[in-house]
């Protein structure tokens, strides 16, 4: 009752990696899920440090009613600057809990699991956005872990990319980035500029690492194009006003200085927002063909909670989940109290 398991990173990715198609179908089911009521997600919790202004540790706690339910958090640093050190931005733990005791039962590496579900819901939501898996032009700006596993998810899910521009300030980032994608049969080309790189993609995908809006142009994205703005703070209000706009959840994207809520601050209202990827997988989002397609997915709690249960069953059965015996004092006491008065008793 009172089990508690452990995770690796490196078997988490292995996981992710035989079942990246069925990663997609765990986020396109939570998002319906969220969009039913199925479930708990608070505001994220931001703790910041003065000294070190571009640094944050995020607190994501969830839960998913519905059952099987379960309810969770994601605790995951953000430090930017570990990219110099040659070592991730990202950092993450996740924990699992049971519903009837309140109990943790599971400790998950969560670094794998948040790119999976970021690049998932990429994925999902580039597909109804585009309106198939082939491309003659994929953009990728910003060359990183993110960026990295959108690729392996369009790859996985079987789209046909005619090539893979590439765009990165850091010039050998940029050149790892387009080896990779021509690793996965998607030719990849290193842009020489942002503009050279989103020009004629039908899709464009934006992960770099940006604080604040360095996109203001309007007409920076074509009509039409479908934007993923995975790193929610790259695009300037102006553009916002101008494109059809889609959140994975209105509230929580209107915070924490994002495109959109920059957008809400500037010009006093959401009427720019069209809905939310729950109105889009339900089909009920009419869009304007004139306006370029932003997608601006926040982060949802629930969505870790789901891969994570999901990579920790898979986990189980392929006995790559480590076992803690006796990790909870208390109840390892009651454990044992309890049998030797049921000793005596008989």
């Keep these: 009752m009172f089990d508690f398991h452990v995770m690796r990173g490196p078997d988490i990715r292995a996981l992710i990696a035989e079942s990246r198609p069925g990663v997609v179908d765990t986020v396109r089911r939570t998002y319906l899920a969220h969009h039913a009521g199925e479930t708990i997600n608070p505001n994220s919790y931001f703790l910041r440090f003065p000294d070190h202004p571009s640094a944050r540790i995020i607190a994501l706690p969830a839960a998913l009613t519905a059952a099987p339910a379960v309810a969770g958090i994601k605790w995951i640093g953000s430090f930017p600057v570990n990219v110099r050190r040659n070592v991730p931005r990202a950092s993450a733990l996740l924990i699992l809990n049971d519903m009837e005791t309140g109990y943790p039962y599971a400790c998950l590496e969560a670094a794998q699991i948040s790119a999976a579900r970021t690049a998932a ?12 898996r082939q491309a003659e032009k994929i953009a990728v700006v910003g060359a990183g872990v993110i960026s990295r596993n959108v690729l392996e998810f369009l790859h996985d899910l079987g789209w046909r990319i005619g090539e893979v521009a590439v765009h990165d300030l850091d010039p050998p980032s940029a050149d790892r980035a387009a080896g990779f994608a021509s690793s996965l049969d998607f030719p990849g080309r290193v842009a020489g500029s942002l503009a050279a790189a989103v020009q004629g993609a039908g899709v464009v995908v934006l992960a770099t690492t940006a604080a604040v809006p360095y996109l203001h142009d309007e007409n920076t994205f074509e009509p039409g194009q479908t934007v993923l703005n995975l790193s929610l703070r790259d695009i300037g209000p102006e553009i916002i006003l101008a494109a059809n706009n889609i959140l994975d959840d209105v509230d929580h994207c209107l915070t924490a200085g994002t495109s959109p809520h920059l957008a809400e601050q500037k010009f006093g209202h959401r009427h720019f927002i069209d809905g939310t990827i729950g109105d889009l997988l339900l089909g009920d ?25 999901e990579v920790l069953n898979a986990g189980r059965t392929s006995g790559r989940v480590l076992a803690v015996p006796n990790f909870f004092a208390e109840t390892a006491r009651w454990d044992h109290d309890t049998v030797h008065t049921t000793s005596q008793g008989d």
């Design 121 to 132: 819901s990429a994925v999902l939501a580039a597909e109804r956005l585009h309106g198939s």
């Design 285 to 309: 989002l009419p869009l304007d063909e004139r306006k370029p397609r932003i997608f601006s997915p926040f982060g949802l709690g629930v969505l870790d909670l789901a891969v994570g249960r």
